[in-house]
C-alpha cells in the first residue's frame, strides 16, 4: 500500500542544537510537502518539493528531496524554542486526486 | 486562515451511536479530506473527495462514510461508534494544481 515512513517520533534537543527528521516511501512520489502542528493546533503548510534532488531553504530550515523521489528530510539548524512542535511529512502518489499520504509525525522538543 | 469551519469542535457521544460531523468550506476548493489524529499515527486519511458526489477511501475507511453533497460541505459519519473511534478528526482542503492542504481547526471526539 501506500504508505510514508518519519523517523524518529520524538526528538529532545538542547537550543542551538541541529535537528534533523527523515521520511521514506516504498514507492515513488509525485511530491511530499512538509507540515508543522504546534501543540493544541493544526497542521500548518510549510513547504513543498517536487523535482528529484531538489533542495529547498527556509531560513534555518533545509528541505531535501531524494534522486529517487522516495526519501526527503527536515534539517534545522541552531534551533530555537519558536521550534517546539511535530513536522510531518506529506507524500503525494501518482494518480491519487491530490492524495495526501502521512507520516507519522516528529515531535520536537527544544530545551532552553 | 483558509475558509474552514468544523462543528461540532468537541463532541462525547456514547457507545453505539451515530455521529456525524461536518466540514464546510468558503473557498470554493475541489479536494476535501478527512483524517484523524492519534498518538503515535500522525495524520491518517480516512475519507476524501476530488469534487461534489465524488468520493474515495483513504487508510482507515472501515466504520466511516462521507458524503459531498455541495462543493463547500463535506460531511463525516460514524455510524455506530465505538471507544476506538476517540480521536482528534481534522478536515483540509487543496485545490488542483497547487496540492498545499489548508486544515481546519480539528474536532475532539470522544466515545464513551
Known amino acids: 500500500g501506500q504508505q510514508v515512513m518519519q523517523i524518529p517520533q520524538y526528538q529532545h534537543v538542547q537550543e542551538g542544537e541541529d535537528f534533523t527528521t527523515y521520511c521514506n516511501s516504498s514507492t515513488t512520489l509525485s511530491n511530499i510537502q512538509w507540515y508543522k502542528q504546534r501543540p493544541g493546533g493544526h497542521p500548518v503548510f510549510l513547504i513543498q518539493?517536487?523535482?528529484?534532488?531538489e533542495v529547498k531553504k527556509q531560513k534555518r530550515l533545509t528541505f531535501q528531496f531524494g534522486e529517487a523521489k522516495k526519501n526527503s528530510s527536515l534539517h534545522i539548524t541552531a534551533t530555537q524554542t519558536t521550534d517546539v512542535g511535530t513536522y510531518f511529512c506529506a507524500g503525494m502518489f501518482s494518480g491519487g486526486y491530490n492524495k495526501l499520504i502521512f507520516g507519522a509525525g516528529t515531535r520536537l522538543a527544544v530545551h532552553p | 486562515d483558509a475558509g474552514i469551519t468544523q462543528s461540532p469542535r468537541h463532541k462525547v457521544t456514547e457507545t453505539g451511536t451515530p455521529v456525524t460531523l461536518r466540514c464546510h468550506q468558503t473557498e470554493n476548493h475541489r479536494y476535501m479530506y478527512w483524517y484523524r489524529q492519534d498518538p503515535g499515527h500522525g495524520l491518517r486519511l480516512i475519507h476524501y473527495?476530488?469534487?461534489?458526489?465524488?468520493?474515495d477511501k483513504g487508510e482507515v475507511s472501515d466504520g466511516y462514510s462521507v458524503s459531498r453533497s455541495k462543493t463547500e460541505d463535506f460531511l463525516l459519519t460514524l455510524e455506530s461508534a465505538t471507544s476506538s473511534q476517540t480521536s482528534v478528526y481534522f478536515c483540509?482542503?487543496?485545490?488542483?494544481?497547487?496540492?498545499?492542504?489548508?486544515f481546519g481547526q480539528g474536532t475532539r471526539l470522544t466515545v464513551v
Open positions: 473527495s476530488y469534487g461534489v458526489k465524488d468520493t
Open positions: 518539493l517536487v523535482k528529484s534532488g
Open positions: 483540509a482542503i487543496s485545490v488542483p494544481g497547487n496540492t498545499e492542504a489548508f
